[in-house]
């Protein structure tokens, strides 16, 4: 049972090769952001498998962002949407929310146009009310009316984003054990709110 808890990811990061480098970046935001996010180049151990370890990431993912840029393939798109959306058919609460980078084309995301389910980096990828209405279509949560996500900048908070980082590391890496990471994190939300 605490193997389910070690597998599941907030997001899982798809993309092009030609957008790799960008993706990173926006899945370190994300990571600052306190979500657990499935990138290939984090998650996949060199040599095993890749097309059985993505499928993998996929099934394990609550949401799945289909990232497309400039150069993006729109065929490898279109194959991309569709393999998630075959996902969502056996799960309703899976999420999947195709995000524009910077420079990419809108028109790959046609059919998600008139739901106004997409987010736009079109302001580049520092765009704070874009990770913010990505971070809230991750959650499962409305954009409201704008945004509020904490940044990090906080340099205050620095020790204990640090503290929660190191927690989910542990789990990650299987160290400690659900109950005792569970705990820790606890303590450390409480020594946040009594501040």
């Known amino acids: 049972m605490t193997t389910q808890l070690l597998d599941t990811f907030d997001v899982f990061l798809c993309h092009a090769h030609v957008d790799a480098k960008i993706v990173e970046v926006l899945g370190g935001k994300l990571d600052e952001a306190g979500l657990r996010v499935w990138l ?3 998650v996949l151990v060199p040599g095993e498998h890749w097309q059985q370890g993505m499928a993998r990431g996929l099934d394990q993912a609550k949401t799945c962002a289909v990232c497309v840029g400039k150069d993006t393939p729109k065929g490898w798109f279109r194959e991309e949407i569709e393999r998630a959306l075959n996902r969502r058919t056996k799960d309703e609460s899976f999420r999947v929310i195709p995000v524009i980078l910077p420079n990419g084309d809108s028109k790959l995301i046609d059919d998600f146009l ?30 409201g009316r704008g945004p509020h996500i904490d940044t990090g900048k906080d340099p205050e908070l620095a020790p204990l984003r640090a503290k929660l980082k190191s927690i989910r590391a542990l789990r990650q ?23």
Do not use: H
């Open 173 to 195: 890496e299987r160290l400690i054990d659900d109950d005792i990471a569970l705990e820790y994190q606890r303590r450390v939300i409480d020594e946040i709110m009594s501040r």
């Open 114 to 143: 008139e739901l106004g389910t997409w987010v736009d980096f079109k302001n580049g990828i520092d765009d704070t009310e874009a990770l913010y209405v990505l971070v809230c279509g991750v959650t499962g949560k409305a954009p």
């Open 40 to 42: 290939d180049k984090w």
